[in-house]
């Protein structure tokens, strides 16, 4: 079965500085892969996703993530962090049908 | 707008007081489920419903029940709630089940306190 370890559970960043959320999967197939995002008291937002064609995936509000296989990690990035970014980030793997599992969660916070 | 809607957004009961968490999506979708987070845990999949009548079960469905009557709505039953059940709920749903392409769709979330 498929699984998604998040290695940061809080990252803290000032402001105009890169972001960088660190996600690993383990998975028997070709996986496809996406990350989320839940503002407080909000629901969860897709970001970006992975599903076997271009590694390098452009999301929602100038942020990516680069597939690599070889190191079965799926990494958001986003080059300057700003304050409307700070929220709860999930990294979540599925390998099909209904089976989506999802990370632990990594709390961005972003400081002026 | 399209979007997945749940009723309450917050709920505080009694242990053993059943209650019922409603969810409803106007998209059409044919793939449905519930999860429940929790700190440290991240998104746990309680049930999911892959079209009308037909449910299963996820991860940890002990203490839940489900029904998918209609293609649109999938409430979320707890007969005889426990303290351990407390915890903020999502609804989701998705396009077509089979596939792993297509992302789910979130609900705002429902928080139950049962005391």
């Known amino acids: 079965a498929q699984s998604v370890t998040q290695l940061d559970s809080h990252v803290s960043v000032s402001e105009g500085t890169p972001v960088l959320l660190r996600c690993n999967y383990s998975s028997s197939y070709s996986p496809s892969l996406f990350w989320y995002v839940q503002h407080p008291n909000k629901g969860l937002q897709l970001l970006l996703k992975y599903t076997s064609a271009a590694t390098l995936v452009k999301g929602i509000n100038g942020f990516e993530a680069e597939f690599k296989k070889s190191e079965t990690s799926f990494h958001l990035t986003k080059p300057s962090a700003h304050m409307s970014d700070a929220a709860e980030y999930f990294c979540v793997v599925s390998e099909g049908n209904n089976d989506m599992r999802f990370g632990a969660g990594t709390r961005l916070t972003v400081k002026p | 707008e399209a979007q997945v809607t749940q009723n309450p957004r917050y709920l505080i009961t009694v242990t053993g007081k059943k209650l019922t968490v409603t969810c409803s999506q106007n998209?059409?979708?044919?793939?449905m489920s519930w999860y429940r987070q929790d700190p440290g845990l991240g998104l746990r999949q309680i049930y999911y419903?892959?079209?009308?009548?037909?449910?299963d079960k996820g991860d940890v469905p002990e203490g839940y029940k489900v029904s998918r009557k209609e293609k649109r709505n999938f409430p979320l039953i707890l007969e005889s709630p426990s303290p351990n059940q407390t915890s903020l709920y999502f609804c989701?749903?998705?396009?077509?089940?089979?596939?792993?392409?297509?992302?789910?769709?979130f609900g705002p979330g429902t928080r139950l306190t049962v005391t």
């Open positions: 998209m059409n979708h044919e793939y």
């Open positions: 989701a749903s998705s396009p077509r089940p089979g596939t792993s392409v297509y992302e789910q769709y």
């Open positions: 419903s892959m079209n009308v009548e037909v449910t």
